[in-house]
């Protein structure tokens, strides 16, 4: 049986428009973004849609009325939208809402993320009115991006939402020319997942909050390679420490991306 979640419309700063979060962020970089921009839209509480919730059911469609405005976020994975959130988008139903997209990279690049998330929030029923690539601190190789986003990038975000709001206020719903490629880019599988280190303590919270269920309840170092989508919740979250893909493989791809994320990016924004 298909339930129905219906968010209606209060108070807000323009035509009594509410806003709604919608977003992907197992290590919490992509909320914070998500965040900033929309309580600079709107300093009210809005409604979340977490799409990384461990317990998301594809029984429950989620309704956006007309008279909202969504904020949908979503990290780049090797720059792309994440397999499970544009799975789960599909249970999103918005009827002619509009929608400011917002990807969040690691400061190397965001390639077809943004055009992508585009596509699904347009799929869903939405008009994107705005779309803003923003850095934060890189999921995998956390020495790159640390502190992001910082304060000068949440001064751009709170900058950009003036505008944003300026252009609803106004009645203006054109949809910005937003960079990628279709199709989007090939991602690969890397088959790597992370395991727990000596330092672990079993206590289950890696198997409790991974987004995808990949991490056996009654072993954790058992991991679904075919599930895992290498969003690392488990290793931010683990209270021990004791959770990480090999050394070897972090190493090579610290190498990797030294030269990519040399120089520090800043906010794309597209109104």
């Given at each position: 049986?298909?339930?129905?979640?219906?968010?209606?419309?209060?108070?807000?700063?323009f035509?009594k428009?509410?806003t709604?979060?919608?977003?992907?962020?197992?290590?919490?970089?992509?909320?914070?973004v998500?965040?900033?921009?929309?309580?600079?839209?709107?300093?009210?509480?809005?409604?979340?849609?977490?799409?990384a919730?461990?317990?998301w059911?594809?029984?429950?469609?989620?309704?956006?009325?007309?008279?909202?405005?969504?904020?949908?976020?979503?990290?780049?994975?090797?720059?792309?939208?994440?397999?499970?959130?544009?799975?789960?988008?599909?249970?999103?139903?918005a009827?002619?809402g509009?929608?400011?997209?917002?990807?969040?990279?690691?400061?190397?690049?965001?390639?077809?993320t943004?055009?992508?998330?585009?596509?699904?929030?347009?799929?869903?029923?939405?008009?994107?009115?705005?779309?803003?690539?923003?850095?934060?601190?890189?999921?995998?190789?956390?020495?790159?991006?640390?502190?992001?986003?910082?304060?000068?990038?949440?001064?751009?975000?709170?900058?950009?939402?003036?505008?944003?709001?300026?252009?609803?206020?106004?009645?203006?719903?054109?949809?910005?020319?937003?960079?990628?490629?279709?199709?989007?880019?090939?991602?690969?599988?890397?088959?790597?997942?992370p395991?727990?280190?000596?330092?672990?303590?079993q206590?289950?919270?890696?198997?409790?909050?991974?987004?995808v269920?990949?991490?056996?309840?009654?072993?954790?170092?058992?991991?679904?390679?075919?599930?895992?989508?290498?969003?690392?919740?488990?290793?931010?979250?683990c209270?021990?420490?004791?959770?990480?893909?090999?050394?070897?493989?972090?190493?090579?791809?610290?190498?990797?991306?030294?030269?990519?994320?040399?120089?520090?990016?800043?906010?794309e924004?597209?109104?």
């Amino acid at each position: 049986m298909m339930h129905t979640a219906v968010f209606y419309a209060t108070h807000s700063f323009f035509r009594k428009m509410k806003t709604i979060e919608i977003f992907f962020s197992p290590t919490g970089g992509t909320r914070k973004v998500c965040d900033a921009l929309t309580r600079a839209i709107d300093n009210g509480e809005p409604t979340v849609i977490d799409m990384a919730k461990p317990e998301w059911t594809n029984s429950v469609q989620h309704i956006v009325p007309t008279d909202c405005l969504a904020v949908i976020a979503a990290p780049s994975f090797a720059g792309r939208v994440p397999s499970t959130m544009a799975a789960r988008m599909a249970q999103v139903r918005a009827e002619g809402g509009k929608a400011v997209i917002v990807c969040v990279y690691g400061n190397r690049a965001y390639d077809d993320t943004l055009v992508e998330l585009q596509d699904l929030a347009e799929q869903s029923g939405f008009t994107v009115v705005a779309a803003v690539a923003a850095i934060a601190e890189h999921s995998v190789v956390r020495q790159y991006a640390t502190g992001r986003p910082d304060s000068d990038d949440m001064a751009m975000l709170t900058n950009f939402a003036n505008k944003i709001k300026l252009k609803l206020s106004s009645g203006e719903y054109s949809v910005p020319q937003i960079p990628g490629n279709r199709p989007y880019r090939e991602v690969k599988p890397s088959g790597v997942v992370p395991m727990p280190s000596e330092g672990c303590t079993q206590c289950g919270l890696c198997a409790q909050q991974c987004p995808v269920q990949a991490i056996s309840h009654d072993d954790v170092s058992q991991t679904d390679p075919s599930r895992c989508i290498m969003c690392m919740r488990c290793v931010a979250i683990c209270p021990a420490k004791a959770r990480h893909i090999p050394q070897q493989v972090e190493q090579m791809l610290a190498a990797h991306l030294k030269p990519l994320c040399a120089t520090r990016k800043h906010p794309e924004l597209y109104l």
